[in-house]
């Protein structure tokens, strides 16, 4: 009974994808004219033959009259920019005013490129929508060749989805509180980014298991109501619900199981098994490492000045593996006293001319350098005499 009833859900898992998938592509490349476009604000707006070649000197729109007649989870924007710049992705939803227009922050990168606007994330997103378009920030130069707005075929629903749930996020000091259980995705980028955001940006499949479960624990209820002239269905609805729960209970008990040995297999990857110039450690990376260097330069120091790129982690571990010194913000009082700074993660800051300098403005006096880990994180010295007055 498990057996047929695992088959049945295949077989409805393998039915033809191109009835639950449409995709409305607006081409640019190799049009004559532009039908059903709105448009204003655009300093230049130009059909040639490789897309709509599009410039402005103050902020412009492009929007088209929409009837798309599908759903649409994924738009995707082709285009060739010659340089990077801001705009908006915009919507007025059918029937609503002119001036309900949602709007999307999106940026436009140099180059050949896409945008993948992930249309499953935004809660007033109605594929719907009759107006539909872009907005372009002043100091846009691109070549629009094409948008796609499409739904994901049930191909790939079946195979990112079961990627998705067989892809784990990693351990994070969040980890304990929140417990995100299996996710689904449709595309590749989803699956790729969908644990780069919180919470994460792609569905759980937590409903849709349940979803199971319910269905035939359902199904089981009603037959038992007629299990007199249904008996033999009631049996075996009732076999149907048990074997369902346990297979999905089992496949849960694994991915968990799955999930802990990616935590110590990727540590052992990135951690255990390096050399200690190689070492990194989960969300601080090689910051770990770099303490274990920075140390017995630190431990005759009452105070040290300590720049990083963020704040989480790295000021709590200084503060906790450097006691008794004490690390300084560069803008703390003290800070004209201490002589030596500790830099992790701050290209920014760079030697010249002995000093340590931002956008090359010095921000200490002369010194030398005492340890260079890596690009950004380093350990100097200021010159005693060089500091005095």
Same mark, same amino acid.
């Given at each position: ?34 039908? !059903? ?5 655009? $300093?230049?707006?130009? /059909?040639?033959?490789?897309? %709509?070649?599009?410039? #402005?000197?103050? =902020? ?26 801001d ?27 896409k ?7 935004i ?9 539909? !378009? ?5 100091? $846009?130069?691109?070549? /629009?060749?094409?948008?796609? %707005?499409?739904?994901? #075929?049930?191909t =790939? ?17 969040y980890?304990?509180n ?28 937590n409903?849709f298991?349940?979803g ?57 990857k ?16 090689s ?77 200490t006096?002369?010194g030398?350098?005492l ?19």
């Amino acid at each position: 009974m498990c057996r047929h009833s695992l088959l049945i859900a295949l077989a409805l898992l393998l039915a033809p994808a191109s009835a639950l998938a449409a995709t409305t592509t607006w081409n640019f490349a190799g049009e004559k004219k532009i039908d !059903g476009w709105n448009y204003g604000g655009l $300093t230049t707006m130009q /059909l040639q033959p490789e897309g %709509l070649l599009i410039r #402005t000197e103050t =902020a412009g729109q492009l929007v088209k009259v929409a009837d798309i007649g599908h759903s649409v989870t994924t738009i995707t924007v082709s285009y060739t920019a010659l340089n990077p710049s801001d705009g908006i992705f915009l919507w007025k939803p059918k029937g609503a005013s002119l001036n309900q227009v949602y709007q999307l922050p999106v940026s436009f990168e140099a180059g050949h490129r896409k945008l993948v606007l992930d249309m499953q994330r935004i809660q007033e997103w109605d594929a719907t929508s009759d107006r539909i !378009g872009l907005g372009f920030n002043p100091g $846009t130069n691109l070549i /629009l060749e094409k948008i796609e %707005l499409g739904s994901p #075929t049930l191909t =790939a629903r079946i195979i990112y989805g079961a990627k998705a749930f067989w892809t784990f996020d990693e351990l994070r000091p969040y980890s304990i509180n929140f417990l995100w259980g299996p996710l689904l995705a449709t595309s590749e980028e989803q699956v790729a980014n969908m644990y780069n955001a919180l919470p994460p940006g792609a569905p759980s499949a937590n409903a849709f298991l349940y979803g199971v479960i319910g269905l035939a624990l359902l199904t089981y209820l009603i037959l038992k109501r007629f299990r007199g002239k249904y008996a033999t269905m009631t049996r075996r609805a009732f076999t149907v619900f048990v074997c369902v729960t346990a297979g999905i209970w089992m496949i849960y008990d694994l991915r968990m199981g799955l999930e802990f040995v990616s935590y110590a297999s990727k540590d052992w990857k990135t951690w255990w098994s390096q050399p200690l110039e190689l070492q990194d450690f989960r969300d601080r990376g090689s910051f770990n490492a770099f303490l274990n260097k920075v140390q017995p330069l630190i431990k005759d120091e009452k105070a040290f000045v300590f720049v990083a790129s963020h704040g989480w982690p790295y000021s709590g571990q200084m503060r906790y593996s450097a006691y008794p010194a004490r690390p300084l913000p560069s803008d703390d009082p003290e800070t004209p006293g201490a002589t030596l700074w500790v830099v992790y993660g701050r290209q920014d800051i760079v030697l010249k001319d002995k000093k340590l300098t931002v956008d090359s403005v010095p921000v200490t006096p002369e010194g030398e350098m005492l340890l260079e880990f890596e690009p950004g994180a380093f350990v100097f010295r200021i010159d005693q005499l060089a500091s005095k007055p």
